[in-house]
């Protein structure tokens, strides 16, 4: 079953009338894989993460999710569909004065009634979920904290930490490493894969750090001025490739990580934290 098909998909800005922001792009995204966005900045990467999660309408070409063209049908339709994705942006979206709990929590508002809703937030409705969810992402001890007390790694694992609690099918994550260190980078990632697995959904992430890209997503699709600059295997994407994707950037292309190596296996405590 494919999560994604995109034929010819050309996605314009609201009112840019120069250069589209993607062009031309052809993807077959099958249910459960795993895969990694990387090219320079401006190459499209959250533009496409938007077009996904159906909060950017393509220009032209195709875009079927589950089965489905999410553009033809009906408001309400289209609603339910965005039920089964979840787009954690770069920058997440936390009202500052909210208690880490109930910005959590708010991952499960689609499946509760009005009530519910305010109810939870004067008393959170299951705060052991909320917990369970921030423990993951070594975060269980701001559960009663507010948001703007956190620090800005801290509220992108607070977004992550939503994204755990929410039923959906599809995962799609922006730069959710930008205010993290190596340590919880990796974590980061572990624990996202690890819960993409868990429930066979489609995870979709964008990354600047491509040495992590490279060894912990066994797929990797790369943008550059909007265009599909490659698509390949992990084991298949070189040096050279990653020094040209990258040229006029200052990056410097890390060595090849070996195909058979999980990287699941080999950081340490991984499994201890999920």
């Known amino acids: 079953m494919l999560t994604y098909q995109l034929q010819e998909l050309t996605v314009r800005h609201p ?25 320079p900045s401006g190459a499209g990467k959250t533009t496409l993460l938007a077009t996904l999660a159906l909060a950017q309408q393509p220009a032209s070409g195709s875009l079927q999710a589950f089965g489905v063209a999410p553009w033809q049908l009906s408001h309400s339709e289209r609603h339910r569909l965005r039920a089964k994705l979840f787009l954690a942006p770069q920058t997440p979206p936390l009202p500052p004065r909210q208690r880490v709990v109930t910005a959590v929590l708010a991952a499960r508002l689609p499946q509760w009634s009005l009530w519910r809703a305010l109810a939870s937030l004067f008393k959170p409705a299951d705060p052991e979920a909320a917990w369970q969810a921030l423990a993951r992402f070594n975060l269980g001890d701001k559960l009663y904290a507010r948001v703007d007390r956190l620090s800005g790694g ?3 694992r607070c977004a992550l930490a939503r994204l755990l609690l929410a039923p959906a099918q599809a995962l799609l994550v922006d730069e959710p490493l930008s205010a993290l260190d190596p340590a919880l980078s990796s974590l980061t990632l572990n624990t996202l894969r690890e819960e993409a697995r868990q429930r066979n959904a489609t995870l979709i992430c964008s990354l600047h750090q491509v040495e992590l890209a490279l060894s912990h997503f066994p797929r990797i699709i790369a943008l550059r001025d909007g265009r599909i600059a490659f698509d390949l295997p992990r084991e298949q994407v070189s040096p050279a490739m990653i020094a ?8 410097t292309a890390p060595a ?12 340490p405590g991984a499994g201890a934290c999920l």
Do not use: F, W
């Open 15 to 39: 009112g840019a009338t120069q250069q589209a922001a993607l062009h031309g792009l052809n993807l077959d995204i099958a249910q459960g894989e795993q895969i990694a966005l990387i090219g």
């Open 154 to 156: 801290e509220r992108q």
């Open 244 to 251: 040209t994707l990258y040229q006029g950037d200052s990056y």
């Open 256 to 267: 090849p990580v070996p195909a058979e190596i999980d990287p699941m296996a080999v950081v």
